[in-house]
T-cell receptor, first 110, second 111 residues
């Protein structure tokens, strides 16, 4: 069974702080997607990383795919209350199946 | 642009009752999915349909059935609801292997 472990499960920080969320596996993925989910809504895609070592930036969010394509990280600089939500990672395996992490619940306090 | 539309948004059932969750997408996607989301467990795939006329079991199919009515619509049926099926259900669609587009979910409580 393939697993995609996200850490931390829960994070509550003050506005303006920096944070990093991790997504780790022993399996290799052809691509990895990050989604954000707000209460009462479905997940919405933030970014897809495809190449080992790839770094993508979305305003204050920086996404990195590990060199071996087994792990990924999401770094938020100067977090704002609007960043509050559940962050989910999902890896595409060799059978094109999506393997989901359990999510990181992020709360940014004003 | 509606995207993925799920109905109903909320439902309360008694144990043993049946119901069908409806999902429709207007993006001409080939693949559609049903997931359930429970606290601390992320998204678990119930069933998916890679194209019109085909359906396949996912990770947790027991107690559910699906119908890919046409390219737009993919329904999920609970024949005899159980308390363990209390969850939030999400429908999604995509052009495989592109990322998924999700609906806003159906919150189901089985008492």
């Amino acid at each position: 069974t393939q697993l995609l472990e996200q850490s931390p499960q829960f994070l509550s920080i003050q506005e303006g702080e920096n944070l990093t969320v991790y997504c780790n596996s022993s399996s290799v993925f052809s691509s990895l997607q990050w989604y954000r989910q707000e209460p009462g809504e479905g997940p919405v895609l933030l970014v897809t990383v495809v190449t080992g070592g790839e770094v993508k930036k979305l305003k204050r969010l920086t996404f990195q795919f590990g060199d071996a394509r087994k792990d990924s990280s999401l770094h938020i600089t100067a977090a704002q209350p609007g960043d509050t939500g559940l962050y989910l990672c999902a890896g595409r395996d060799s059978n094109y199946q999506l393997i989901w992490g359990a999510g990181t619940k992020l709360i940014i306090k004003p | 642009n509606a995207g993925v539309t799920q109905t109903p948004k909320f439902q309360v059932l008694k144990t043993g009752q049946s119901m069908t969750l409806q999902c429709a997408q207007d993006m001409n996607h080939n693949s559609m999915y049903w997931y359930r989301q429970d606290p601390g467990m992320g998204l678990r795939l119930i069933y998916y349909s890679a194209s019109e006329g085909t359906t396949d079991k996912g990770e947790v199919p027991n107690g559910y059935n699906v119908s890919r009515l046409n390219k737009r619509e993919f329904s999920l049926r609970l024949e005899s609801a159980a308390p363990s099926q209390t969850s939030v259900y999400f429908c999604a669609s995509s052009w495989d292997p592109s990322p998924l587009h999700f609906g806003n979910g159906t919150r189901l409580t089985v008492t």
